[in-house]
């Protein structure tokens, strides 16, 4: 060995150089295809080996191609027949599985037996036949590729070709080539953008994966853009409208960028199970910097407040174009812009809503309140919460990943929950395997099992740290499951599609095979005290004084003393206590079989300056009977009424005429309302208009006017939302029917 | 309404005041527990109620504490019964399921009579009862709790105290503290990092979900230290020799680490199913800034090459100081440091390798390979590639999450392949339900299937870019998966276990059964060509010539004429390919049922030039029978040997008695080696060593000698690797029996 080398070092030396940057050197032939503005330029002239020496022979024999129609306007059959009038876009968009047209233009009469042409249609970066990125289509049945192609009718120069893709092709957004052959090679049209179009899903083709054999469905979960979605209490209904805005301009593009956002390869999106999953991960921006960011906690100076949205379009198009996750969101405001997304690429979808959401951070069916010895509730060990209500998706398609029996509704969900298997996503999970507790299928069918079937196990808690069971509450979680009716404005309880009805034998059995796979519940069943505590169901609007009946129900023949402890707290939606603002602890003596009501007053100014957004009250009472030792308890969400914004409408109420409509609002506090955002919107007929107000003294009153000119004809709302850190979730939205 | 308000804005006003901090007020009570190096102190003295305006009255008459002693000796009872002498911890190491014991010294004898203690057992920050986070356990059968206690022995002031762990309770760190109830409070003692303990999971145990009833596979998938990988090809299989270091002093905590860095909940922490899916995904970096970075590129510039490591413990103990992912791995790297994590936490596992394993990128059965009109691969077109082979880990478990029948082995796999449900993570997935293509079963079950059972399809492109199969080689994917026979040096073949024999009745209703679940295959079936392809199995050592026969079957009783293109090419280990570095274009004439031989000799220096790391040539052949247009193929990749290090010990071979070992190696070619470095390590009586050598001339020889103390007895080796850019993979190793 040379001097050079006799003295080895036991370090290396630092490295020199440019730092190397990733790349797929070694492990892939050519990166994965993942952004639908990726664009490989096919050739305009594509040679069958190398021209002669004396280069290209004249091709003046062959067909060339003089002009291409695409047939895109919302008047023309295309987008009628395909159900894709209404998007607001200049190019093709039409559904896979259905034969849609487009017209050819050569410099002479097509001649089937001499001339050979092609439309070529290709996605995403190099695309490929194999792969379903390059299809090409031909017009004679000798030669047919994936997607069917026919001449329907030629007249003088003109062709018009019938395209038919496949049923289970990629959607999204593709780029029209038309090639004529010639013998010595291809020659094609040259990339224009005005040869675009976008494929969808095809809710209306039973070959399509997302297929939905009811008109009026299909209607509701794919075509409406204007929705409700409820929220408050299971005995208290609120509705908030939304529009969905999935026809706006750029909407789609923005539900595209999304899949490009998250890189998701190209040749999965065509599978609606694929999509789904990978845009519950995408809706919110944890892991992958995705479209929301969640904010619960009051605190929305640096960004919009969730109840102030009235739509996903403003979303949905800041998203696009900042390429920045938008601030903020909650359940209902992630179910909803999931809802746009899924109805904007064609498959159907629906927002619903669960009262009493076990939040499950445990995976298990249980969710613990830990009580003193004395009966009160021990808010330094009770971890879990129960959310009022918690908003999800829901949508349509076959499943053919699982055995037969689960397709139909899927459960899908983009609100980050703490874990559904350790990522921020959830679904899509089958509401079929969900009420059998066949809960072993993917994906995450298990997690939204507990948050409709937890049960809420009350313990007492020994001073050695020891808990015993006392009470379990088998009925409180999942206590009724909502979504809007199709071609109505009335609520349906859909609580039946995903339960057995409580106490029955079919829920038993359910319950069982949920525990085969994993399911942890409370197995102790502690007996029922004698005495029972009632609750009233209050309607208050906010800044009222109110009393609340305590009812005490003694069941026995004896007599009985309750030391109760009655509590008024002002809670989140999520069921989080975020202040006790009064307690009463009396002792109530009642005789048997008799009942006696404890009165407590509620002043306004005691829960006012505790108040939080949704202004909800939860009011427990637990107690402890003297003589069995016995615990009781009793809970009650109280929403209280906010104030309503008044809109109205006034004009023609004729298509391209001008109207006007105005917001108002009357201020019923005697402070002064700060930093107030009033926001209004309509389908159809106006974009997201926004007015900022620094300061509503109380009493006073504002109105606030737009103009703006219906762009087509139907039934449609115009909806508004006012919102300032005092006062949130104050809405209004006024009905009009726009003639032709 | 006052002046002040009469103007509002378009625009909300600028946000002031600090950006608030994300924050989970509203949503959760608290944040859930995700660190187990988080600690919530539980007080010295708890009160019962407010101390009296005397103050506490003197507690003299209730028991103190002295001393604890954890029994923590690697020579005491509890390591020796749990398995865990060779855990190289100053900590008492136990498993779940099973009794270990603690001796507590009071101030005077126990009396069960009238002393009440506990020993309390808390994890991870806000400890709590109902979560398994906070756990008494009573000297005393009446009073007993989730974990069972007992008192073993006494003797004066001591008690020795019994301690039974759930069999399902979490897996990690523990605080344990002595608790004295009095009236008038608990008294504790106070937090000691000496009374910390990790209990872990437990195979030996029925009750575990990890239990696995056979102790040779005990030994070798928990205990054994030193195993064995497998690469190269399926008939030519090499070994790679690997300390996974599970004991090292260290690595324990740093497995703990990687749980804590991905933020997983703590009381996920018992069920080995979330904890091998958590682990699959932190095991490389991607999405979560995880332990290993993957780099295929041949330029490991700013890191460690892959081929270099020689064990686990450097990677782990690097990544739980700095906190960084590491650099670099390939999928055996991944494998094995995975394999290091399973053990160190007593999950039984070991490493497998699949031959030729399908890296499919769009969750289909097919590879494709694409042909021009000529028969020659269209290099531009064919996207797909197939590993030479693969490695991932395979772990034992029960699968309560779905029906009987899937428990025992389970895939889970740590290598960033493209798709993985949209993550960089996969499984696990149950080994019987790939077999029995049960693939609609959590986690991944469909990618691994297609792993192992994907057709090669070759199709013939037409000019008009659409595409016929021509061949479908239904056996060449997952061709073979090996792993090391438990307590031997051999392989073991376990293809049988992934799939039934190819052709066999079984097989084809299990590909059914996964076409049910939507894997997409070939479904057409080209006739086979009358004229086979044969490549030989060659042993060549690098920087060799040699001769390539390749043998031209006629099975027809007329003459064929085939148009060959014999093509030889650098390929990596993924399949991809670096270079082209020869080919030939022969027309070979055939005889009615006879033979011929195409002789190609390949010269060294064609080759060496452009050879990457793995040193694997891939010979290709295609061609077109003149007189049927039939297409015949053929492919074989061989991995070229290289030169071996030489290691050699000398010294007592006794426990605390220095030894030596040396390495060395001669540079074989005429040039020059430049910036080499050599690892070398042995379980249990070397750590790792390093040296660089800067340059090794043509021809030269180096002899590196280390010192070293064995630290225990028994029988392991000591390995060693040289890797540098120009020569890659090189490695040596020496068995050692270190006696009393």
């Known amino acids: ?15 020199t150089g440019p730092r190397p940057k990733a790349t797929s050197r070694g492990r892939t032939t050519v990166p994965v295809a993942s952004d639908n503005s990726d664009i490989t330029d096919v050739p305009e002239f594509e040679f069958f080996g190398l021209p002669g020496p004396r280069g290209l022979p004249p091709l003046t024999e062959y067909l060339d191609i003089l002009e291409v129609d695409m047939m895109r306007k919302p008047n023309e059959s295309n987008k009628i027949q395909h159900h894709t009038m209404y998007y607001n876009s200049d190019h093709l968009v039409v559904r896979r599985g259905q034969e849609f047209q487009v017209k050819v233009t050569f410099n002479r009469p097509y001649d089937s037996a001499r001339d050979k042409f092609a439309l070529e249609f290709v996605i995403g970066s190099s695309p490929q036949f194999s792969k379903g990125t390059y299809i090409p289509v031909f017009p004679t049945k000798e030669r047919q590729s994936s997607w069917e192609g026919r001449v329907v009718s030629t007249s003088g120069n003109e062709v018009t070709m019938g395209i038919t893709p496949e049923a289970n092709c990629i959607v999204g957004k593709y780029h029209m080539y038309v090639a004529v052959a010639t013998p010595f090679g291809i020659r094609r049209t040259r990339r224009d953008t005005s040869r675009n179009l976008y494929i969808l899903f095809n809710p209306w083709v039973a070959a399509d994966a997302v297929y939905l054999d009811d008109e009026t469905e299909r209607e509701e979960c794919v075509m409406t853009e204007i929705g409700i979605i409820y929220h408050g209490a299971y005995d208290d209904v609120s509705e908030r409208n939304w529009n969905y805005g999935q026809f706006n301009y750029g909407v789609l593009d923005a539900c595209l960028y999304i899949m490009d956002k998250a890189a998701m390869p190209i040749t999965n999106r065509g599978d609606p199970i694929k999509v789904t999953r990978k845009a519950s991960a995408m809706l919110n921006s944890r892991d992958d910097e995705g479209v929301l960011v969640g904010n619960w906690s009051g605190d929305y100076t640096y960004g919009v407040a969730p109840t102030s949205w009235t739509g996903s379009t403003d979303i949905l198009l800041t998203y696009a174009s900042s390429k920045m996750p938008v601030c903020y969101a909650q359940c209902w405001v992630y179910a909803a812009v999931f809802n746009t997304f899924l109805r904007c690429l064609g498959i159907p979808a629906r927002v619903v809503t669960n009262y009493y959401s076990a939040h499950d951070n445990d995976g298990n069916l249980k969710t613990d309140i830990i009580l003193d010895e004395n009966g009160r509730i ?7 919460s129960i959310w009022n209500y918690h908003c999800w998706n829901e949508c349509y398609m076959s499943r053919p990943d699982l055995p037969p029996g689960f397709g139909g509704w899927q459960v899908v969900d983009a609100t980050p929950q703490e874990t559904s298997d350790g990522m921020y996503r959830c679904g899509p999970a089958s509401v079929q395997a969900i009420k059998h507790g066949q809960i072993c299928f993917p994906f995450d069918a298990a997690f939204v099992f507990a948050e409709v079937n937890s049960d809420v196990v009350f313990y007492s808690r020994r001073r050695d740290g020891t808990m015993d069971p006392v009470k379990v509450n088998r009925t409180h979680v999942g206590r009724m499951v909502l979504t809007k009716t199709p071609g109505e404005l009335t609520r349906r309880d859909i609580t039946d599609q995903y339960k057995f009805s409580e106490g029955s034998a079919e829920e038993r059995t359910v319950l069982e095979k949920a525990e085969e796979f994993g399911c942890k519940r409370e197995k102790s069943d502690p007996t029922l005290a004698d005495v029972d505590v009632v609750l009233p169901t209050l309607e208050i609007s906010v800044g009222n004084d109110f009393e609340l009946n305590v009812e005490f129900v003694n069941r026995s023949d004896q007599e009985r003393t309750v030391d109760a402890y009655i509590s008024g707290n002002v809670v989140y939606y999520t069921g989080v206590t975020s202040s006790e603002f009064m307690f009463n602890t009396p002792t109530v003596e009642i005789k048997p079989n008799k009942t006696v009501k404890e009165l407590v007053e509620v002043e306004s100014k005691i829960y006012m300056r505790d108040l939080v957004e949704q202004a909800n009250l939860h009011f427990i009472v637990t107690g402890k009977v003297k003589e069995t030792g016995q615990i009781v308890t009793a809970m009650k969400v109280v929403t209280l009424r906010n104030p309503k914004l008044t809109v109205e409408v006034s004009g023609g109420e004729k298509v391209n005429e001008e109207m006007m409509a105005s917001v108002q609002f009357t201020n019923p506090f005697t ?9 209004m919107e309509g389908p159809g007929i106006m974009s997201p208009k926004f007015k900022y107000y ?22 449609t709302r115009v909806i508004a939302t006012l919102d300032c850190p005092a006062l949130r979730q104050v809405s209004g939205q006024v009905s009009i029917t726009i003639k032709p």
Do not use: C, H, Y
């Not at 402070?671 to 926001?679: A, D, T």
């Not at 103009?707 to 004809?713: D, G």
């Open 671 to 679: 402070f002064s309302l700060e930093g107030v955002s009033i926001r």
């Open 378 to 384: 021990d808010r330094n060990r009770t971890k879990d």
């Open 694 to 715: 620094s300061l509503i003294p109380g009493g006073s009153s504002l109105t606030w006017t737009e103009f703006f000119t219906p762009q087509r004809t139907g039934t």
């Open 1 to 15: 060995m040379s001097d050079r080398d006799a003295t080895p070092s036991d370090v290396p030396p630092p490295p």
